[in-house]
């Protein structure tokens, strides 16, 4: 340890804010309450995002590197709502705020505005799917609110205002505020959750949680005593949030179309094993099926299947995965896809003044819903918008799966490799498990479970090494 750092020092991850406090140490993953960061193992990663050790700095030395960026508050930069020279920025989400930290760290005079249909709030969305078990309400969750982020970025917070259209070429955007002018609009949109058909009185009631909003609405009903939840959907929000449930005595039931959890993401031998641990939870697990209809019964709910299988629960929750959120782009006129169609190495759009960011962006074919790669497009597009250049790269990503009871990291193999060859079990001890998926005998992915997690960010840098092609495409 140097001896210049306090023992009771904290260190704050750069990529999502979660941070590491020595009292309290990282127990789900193995780390002791006093356990100093200098003591940590190397092939420790972030609880939150997943990123390693060698992304978290002091949280001292981060707060002096901000107060001294902080930015010259000028006169138009202050209270003024767009403009013809303004960067507008319309989302409040991790991307939005993280591109204007961005901005802020290049050009202190520019005016920026931010446009929210909520109050602006900062908070690191993965901990939606973790703070159940935590016993954590939506305001705890909160780390900063709009208002202070603007005050101290020096950018004007437009908050509780819906967006209704663009026009791209006259260069304003329609809220229900008012027009409001731009010299650069970033639509940094986010995603929706995917909404399935489904008959019954019940079925507008099925809860989507993908803010705070929707996860106040979810605690209203935990709150009042152990519930039987329906969970539809059993890819990665699916499996969080059916095991933090069930680590506070709710009783959590998982539906899906596909017969394994975590879907595509994960190899059948990695699923199996957290299908076992999920069973000895108390977690029931329905594949192959998915739900026919939702009719109220009271204050509880009878879910029919499709199988012709009846649940009776006291809450149906949808996670059946995320959708870019296109439909503003589109009725501008813009490009799209799956998400809004993106230059790699300026976040630009069909439209010269109009840029997409986050969720919502799609890159020669692929989309983002992870934190990691979302802050590397917000450092692309800053960039650009100050007149340099720092291209997107395709980088592998390593996804840690949040589940307390079987630690899992996986890597899937890139678009352009997905399909061209197999997952190879390379070693396996009870829970703990190691595959490669293999391209023409080179690894191309990988999927730990066990102990074998610790080997993830050492794994993630030699993918990173060895596949230049995926990197730079």
Known sequence: MNDATPLDARWICKTCGWIYDPEKGDPDSGIAPGTEFEDIPDDWYCPLCGVGKSDFILLSEYAAARQAAAPVRTRRARGQVGGDDAIVVVGSGYAGWTLVEQLRERDSERPITLITADDGCYYPKPTLSMAIGQGRCADDLVEVSGADMAEKLGVTLQANTRVLGIKAQRKKLMTGKGNIAYGD???????????????????????????????????????????????????????????????????????????????????????????????????????????????????????????????????????????????????????????????????????????????????????????????????????????????????????RVKTRGLAINVCPPDLMQSGQGAWHLVEEDGDNCRMEYRVAGKIAGYALSGSYTKEAAGLQRSLIDSLPDVAVA
């Open 185 to 399: 609009l970033v639509l940094a949109l986010g995603a929706s959750q995917i909404r399935l058909a489904m008959d019954g009185d019940g079925a507008d009631e099925v809860l989507r949680v993908n803010d705070l909003a929707s996860y106040r609405r979810l605690r209203a009903t935990l709150d009042n005593g152990p519930r039987r939840v329906l969970v539809i959907g059993a890819g990665l929000l699916g499996v969080e949030f059916a095991e933090d449930m069930a680590s506070a005595g709710h009783q959590p039931v998982l539906v899906d179309l596909g017969t394994q959890l975590l879907g595509r993401l994960a190899p059948e031998p990695l699923a199996n094993r957290l299908q076992q641990n999920f069973r000895e939870q108390g977690i029931t697990f329905y594949g192959g099926t998915s739900v026919s209809s939702v009719e109220k019964q009271g204050d509880a709910y009878r879910v029919t299947l499709l199988n012709g299988k009846e649940i009776e629960c006291d809450l149906v929750m949808s996670a059946v995965g995320l959708a870019p959120s296109v439909a503003l782009a589109k009725k501008a006129g813009l490009k799209t896809n799956r998400g809004i169609l993106a230059d790699r190495h300026t976040m630009q759009t069909s439209d010269e003044h109009i840029y997409a960011l986050g969720d919502c962006a799609e890159l020669m074919g692929r989309t983002y819903f992870y934190l990691e790669p979302i802050r590397r497009q917000a450092e692309t597009l800053a960039a650009a918008l100050c007149g340099d250049s720092k291209p997107f790269e395709f980088l592998p990503n390593n996804i």
